[in-house]
């Protein structure tokens, strides 16, 4: 690879999708703004000289002078001179005052450009993210009808919850990337300088005194260019040597080999505990216990902090060394104030992939796709290793496609609540409605929740898409009472975004947005399974919950382990029947029975009955007949676009056979 081509290919700062505001020549800036910031950190990195480096910041300047400029005359055309307009032209004199800084600087150079470049990555990562992607949502909510205080109001809601957790999370990656990836690039330039070194002194015939110094000095600067000195292990560039030495070998079968990416799980609590010194020493003894656990042809390395990388060339071994490497952590390590255990999460890549002949598959993609596959594992199996086979790697791509797709529909607004009324079939009340996501798709239609939910049930994006329907239905809560129409809504939650930290503070931050709504109004309905294993705390959750005012439903009760224990502890309102049991009711004497002792069972915990999915004429008049008088389906009505609740009210009518067969039992 060319010097020219390593410079492109180099990006301290990579473009995310979620760094888009919207305004296109205002993304456009960005991205030039991001692509300087790269060419300026390699720069630096790779130790050019420091005129053409001075150089590069002078161009960021410039071109930031220029963008902020632009920028605030198109904010200025909506908010004019606004304290939030005032406030964004403030903070980008404050960025020059702190370039102007670090050029006064009399610290040591390196230390200069560590502290440069972590605050023009925070700062352009909170420049675009945070500050630039709320003027325009404010804007483009003012445009659409708002008034000013209205349109911050609406902003600050959506940049809330798992969108504040987002540009935290990016804010706190790119501040190490700020420093990981120059520390990169320094090594990988001592690489090139050191084989350089080395390729000099091998080509020179020397006496042997001096062949005798040489070899010395090889060996010298060889173990600065491959292995770390903290732990005597390979460096990055060590462990990107060894995979590109198995690449070039001959007759490699398809995923034969396997590259993990390791991090350790609880390595900050050690530095909080015992101080970075003692926790570096740790480091040493983990690292030649595991040395001792593998064998001789395996390459482990020491990528940076407590992140390691560990070559297998037999992939068959990947299960037995990683539960090696995991028992020996868990031995304590005698630290002298105290001893300490270490668990790790691992994300494993096999390869070759002959299948994915458009990769142009080297070491550093490898990295790159273990490092990726470590990102997913420590989501969904902390502590543990992600070990995709090929028909798993297959479902992987396509399950982060539909993934991306998800965020984006997100994004752009592609989701949307339909509305199922909840009725009395004796008197035909309508007790209420429960809000079901729908997705319209751009390409494949209207999708059911069957088509996407089941990919992030366990994901963290469903707290997200979890967050976007409560807020949801809380707006059309209001807007329907703006038209006279009162409903109540219930909702699904999702085990995950139960049990996220924080969601009762969450729940309260949006039922405080909306203060003229009665909390009592919103019922949360919950699975069984989102119990399983966490019942106490899942009790303490909803009573949290339950004192801010809203109400909790039991969905699909009866398909789970239900037992007189459990629900004597769970502390909701309502339990809803399953449809499974509600549509089976006429086809066998079985079913009928079922359904009665579910009633029955209801009816001694004092518990409301709501059935779902009543299809028919007859259902309703069973169910009437046991003692459950609410129901919900499409013998009611299909769920429906909010816009169509006002006629659906109006023509609303329930049977008069169920007016009819309408005495409960005794």
Not at 251 to 274: G, K, M, V, W, Y
Not at 406 to 434: D, N
Request: hydrophobic content about 40%; aromatic content about 8%.
């Amino acid at each position: 690879m060319s010097w020219q081509s390593e410079i492109d290919a180099f990006e301290i700062f990579p473009w995310n999708r979620n760094f888009e505001t919207g305004l296109e020549d205002i993304d456009e800036q960005h991205r030039v703004l991001v692509n300087i910031l790269n060419r300026l950190a390699w720069h630096f990195a790779s130790s050019n000289s420091e005129r053409d480096g001075l150089h590069l910041l002078d161009e960021l300047l410039a071109y930031a002078s220029y963008h902020f400029k632009y920028e605030e005359g198109a904010w200025a055309e909506s908010l004019g001179k606004s304290e939030m307009a005032r406030n964004h032209h403030d903070s980008h004199q404050m960025f020059f005052a702190r370039i102007q800084m670090f050029r006064q600087s009399k610290a040591p150079e390196e230390d200069v450009l560590a502290e440069l470049f972590d605050f023009l990555t925070r700062w352009l990562a909170f420049h675009i993210l945070e500050s630039d992607r709320r003027m325009a949502l404010t804007i483009k909510a003012m445009k659409a009808g708002k008034n000013m205080e209205e349109a911050r109001e609406q902003v600050d809601s959506e940049l809330s919850g798992s969108v504040s957790v987002l540009v935290t999370a990016l804010l706190e990656i790119y501040g190490k990337l700020s420093v990981s990836t120059i520390q990169l690039m320094r090594e990988k330039m001592a690489r090139h300088k050191a084989e350089d070194e080395l390729q000099r002194l091998q080509s020179e015939r020397l006496t042997r005194a001096l062949e005798d110094q040489a070899s010395d000095h090889q060996k010298q600067v060889e173990f600065l260019a491959y292995a770390d000195p903290l732990t005597g292990l390979w460096n990055r560039n060590g462990i990107t040597r060894f995979i590109r030495e198995l690449l070039d070998g001959d007759n490699l079968e398809n995923d034969s080999a396997a590259l993990i990416s390791i991090d350790l799980d609880n390595f900050h609590e050690i530095n909080a505990r015992f101080g970075v010194e003692t926790a570096d020493r740790m480091l040493g003894l983990l690292a030649r216990r595991w040395l001792d656990a593998l064998p001789p042809d395996a390459a482990l390395a020491r990528i940076g902090g407590d992140e390691f990388a560990l070559l297998l060339p037999d992939a068959s071994q990947v299960e037995i060394r990683l539960a090696a490497l995991q028992l020996t952590g868990r031995q304590p390590f005698d630290l002298g104030a105290g001893s300490a255990l270490v668990s790790f999460t691992a994300g494993i890549v096999l390869f070759p992939d002959n299948e994915l002949e458009h990769v142009d598959e080297d070491a550093d993609m490898l990295l790159r796709q273990a490092d990726h596959i470590l990102f997913r594992a420590k989501q969904e199996l902390k502590g543990n290793w992600l070990f995709p086979n090929a028909g798993e790697k297959k479902a992987d791509r396509s399950r982060q496609r539909l993934l991306l797709d998800i965020r984006k529909g997100l994004e752009y607004g592609q989701f949307r609540l339909l509305y199922q009324p909840k009725v009395s079939l004796r008197t035909g009340e309508v007790k209420g409605v429960e809000a079901l996501i729908r997705w319209q798709h751009p390409d494949l239609g209207f999708l059911s929740p069957d088509g996407f939910l089941p990919a992030i049930e366990h994901h963290p994006l469903m707290v997200e898409v979890g967050e976007w329907v409560l807020f949801e239905a809380l707006t059309q809560m209001r807007a329907w009472d703006s038209q006279g129409i009162h409903m109540d809504i219930s909702l699904n939650v999702a085990a995950i975004q139960l049990q996220a930290s924080g969601f009762a503070e969450g729940l309260r931050d949006n039922l405080a947005r909306f203060p003229d709504l009665d909390p009592a109004r919103l019922d949360l309905e919950i699975l069984e399974s989102a119990t399983l294993g966490e019942l106490d705390k899942v009790v303490s959750i909803i009573d949290e919950c339950r004192q801010l005012g809203v109400t909790f439903s039991l969905d699909d009760f009866g398909t789970g382990y239900s037992s007189l224990s459990y629900l004597k502890q769970l502390p909701v309102q309502t339990l809803k029947i399953d449809r499974e049991f509600v549509s089976g009711v006429d086809d066998t004497e079985e079913n009928y029975s079922i359904l009665r002792g579910i009633i029955g069972l209801s009816q001694v915990f004092g518990r409301e009955l709501m059935a779902e999915g009543v299809e028919t004429i007859e259902q309703g008049e069973v169910l009437l007949s046991l003692g459950c008088e609410f129901a919900q389906g499409y013998g009611v009505s299909p769920p429906i676009a909010p816009e169509k609740l006002a006629n659906w009210l109006a023509r609303w009518k329930p049977f008069p056979q169920w007016a009819v067969n309408s005495t409960p039992p005794q």
